[in-house]
């Protein structure tokens, strides 16, 4: 139980060393990385603990990314201020969706989810007042680091280019969300889901309101990925109506099923792997798209609990063997 | 105190219960029997919420329950169990009754405190109780069916309820297991002063606890009484017979 408690600490210090490794193209990587680990595992929140399968998580990722982006460029709110900001509108629009949603099951709770994001969208590609329509927002200023570059510029450890300090930023700023999600879903509302997950109906009959948990699972998750896409936005130096768009939706799915919804960080693994994937077979291969299907093909088939649910089976049977050698060599 | 009165629910034109009316006195124990088919399932459907009645009300206690939302009515102090075994599969033995009281005690809207460590004694106690200490930790699927049958009594028990419906609590056991475990739910009814409605096929075991008797058949109620009164009831008699094989 302990060892697993270092785990958490472990992964965010290594994270927050990988500027130091001096390439530009990692840093630039890691922060993709950290931003999509935090929109996975605010999907995962319905997915994998609620038994929710949302098809348009995208919409309040766009909605948070939208939210910071405009009051950053154009209002020139202070990052502080602009960032909450997108999770309470995330937020606020799942509230909106959701009530509609968690009235209906299954496909048809995954169609609306779906619907909800296109019009999203569609308000983004058309709006051109507000959201620059089709030609997106482009340069969406980075948070003031001024006074850290002013000391840190003496400093020879803390010297660093602007990226990198809101790489740091974000490491840090994601840590805590992932912190506060590992929190809800080990707390009693968290487990409250999880019967909800498993039979509905028998949740009913130990007194849970199903619909209200739900709606609650659904705010939480958008909030969470409105702060995503509000990091997102400035980590993109833009913001675009595609971020709101159905293939964001099934990009961000497909990283919570490739890495494993029965668990915590496998979203997260889900979104390392597939972005290294990504990078490194598109320059071999202009079908990556086609390496994609066969490894999800796989994966579904061979291990339903996804990258972090097949570690763990292996691990298991490697531990269990290991024992038994023992108890045989004792 | 639970009144049933004039109860009907119609499917598609099928009278699935035609006008049932029942009393369970607080602290009775009571059983409904009657042939495959003869509203047994819809009735408690019907009492717990899970359905609306087309006319007829429920009462708990002088007050109208009639068609309240299952979670709802759970609060009210009114616990079921299912007939298709109903529990929470992949979770453990020992999660499946913790998320019970957790629930009932209102924790549920609790964001921030890990859930591991409550409840644990009071969920442990009543693991005892059903006979299910040992497997606290197994994943409730793993279970026997007998063993997640008891373990659905157990989620039922957790809400504290004041009356407990019993959708044959022993469907698909063997004779042994089904004596047992309605030994152990006649014991729990009684330390506990439950009012205890269930349905059952044994009738062996039904003439044995039952302190009032409901016979259904088609819908309709054909006999009410004492085990006594209910044995030797003509109507009964000729249903019964009718399919006896």
């Known amino acids: ?5 270092l785990w958490g600490p472990l992964v965010l210090v290594a994270a927050l060393l990988v500027p130091a490794l001096g390439s530009r193209f990692y840093t630039f990587l890691a922060n993709d990385v950290v931003i999509w680990a935090l929109f996975a595992t605010s999907l995962n929140l319905l997915v994998g603990y609620t038994g929710l399968v949302s098809f348009g998580h995208a919409a309040y990722f766009g909605v948070g990314a939208y939210v910071t982006g405009i009051l950053m460029k154009k209002l020139a709110v202070p990052f502080i201020l602009a960032w909450p900001a997108a999770g309470v509108f995330g937020a606020a629009c ?11 099951t299954r496909i048809y709770f995954a169609m609306l989810t779906l619907a909800f994001a296109q019009i999203v969208w569609a308000i983004c590609f058309k709006w051109n007042e507000l959201t620059g329509g089709e030609q997106g927002m482009p340069e969406i200023p980075y948070p003031d680091f001024g006074w850290i570059e002013r000391v840190g510029g003496s400093v020879p450890l803390l010297s660093w280019r602007t990226a990198e300090y809101f790489y740091f930023l974000t490491v840090l700023l994601v840590a805590a969300c992932l912190w506060a999600l590992h929190r809800i879903v080990s707390s009693p509302f968290g487990r409250m889901l999880t019967t909800i997950r498993e039979n509905a109906e028998r949740a009913e009959f130990i007194g849970v309101n199903v619909r209200r948990y739900e709606l609650a699972a659904f705010v939480l998750a958008g909030a969470f990925a409105g702060l995503a896409g509000g990091l997102f936005g400035i980590f993109n130096r833009g913001v675009f109506p595609d971020f709101a768009y159905w293939t964001k939706s099934s990009e961000v799915l497909i990283m919570t099923l490739l890495g494993g919804m029965g668990t915590f960080f496998g979203p997260s693994i889900g979104a390392l792997v597939l972005i290294l994937l990504n990078q490194q077979i598109v320059s071999y291969t202009e079908y990556w798209p086609l390496v994609l299907g066969v490894v999800l093909v796989v994966l579904l088939f061979g291990f339903p ?26 | 105190m639970l009144e049933v009165r004039d109860l009907v629910k119609v499917f598609d034109g099928f009278v699935a219960v035609g006008g049932v009316s029942l009393d369970a006195p607080t602290g009775s124990i009571g059983a409904i029997i009657g042939p495959n088919g003869a509203g047994k399932t819809t009735l408690f459907n019907l009492i717990t919420g899970h359905l609306r009645p087309d006319r007829g009300h429920v ?11 299952p979670h709802d009515l759970c609060r009210l102090g009114v616990g079921r169990s299912f007939q298709r075994t109903n529990i929470f599969p992949r ?3 020992f999660q499946n009754v913790q998320a019970a009281f957790l629930s009932h005690r209102g924790r549920g809207g609790n964001l921030m405190t890990p859930a591991e460590r409550l409840y644990r004694d009071e969920t442990l106690a009543l693991l005892e109780s059903i006979g299910l200490v040992d497997r606290a930790g197994e994943v409730a699927a793993f279970l026997s069916h007998g063993g997640q049958k008891q373990l659905e009594l157990g989620l039922a028990l957790a809400l504290e309820p004041a009356v407990l419906l019993l959708d044959e609590p ?20 009684r330390e506990r002063g439950l009012t205890l409605l269930f349905t059952e096929h044994d009738m062996e075991v039904v003439f044995s606890i039952s302190e009032r008797i409901t016979v259904l058949h088609q819908g309709r109620v054909i006999a009410n009484g004492t085990p006594d ?17």
């Open chain 2, 229 to 245: 009164e209910v044995r030797r009831d003509e109507a009964v008699r000729r249903v019964y017979l009718g399919e006896r094989h």
């Open chain 1, 305 to 330: 609990g996804g990258i972090a649910g097949a570690v763990g089976t292996i691990v298991g049977r490697l531990f269990r063997r290991a024992r038994g050698a023992e108890v045989r060599g004792a």
């Open chain 2, 91 to 93: 979770l453990t033995v």
């Open chain 2, 59 to 69: 009462k708990l206690n002088g007050r109208d329950v009639t068609g309240i939302a």
């Open chain 1, 94 to 104: 799942a509230l909106v969706f959701g009530f509609f949603c968690v009235r209906l």
């Open chain 2, 170 to 189: 022993t469907a698909g056991m063997s004779a042994t297991e089904t004596r047992e475990a309605i030994r152990l739910i006649a014991r729990i009814a």
């Open chain 1, 1 to 5: 139980m302990r060892a697993r408690a």
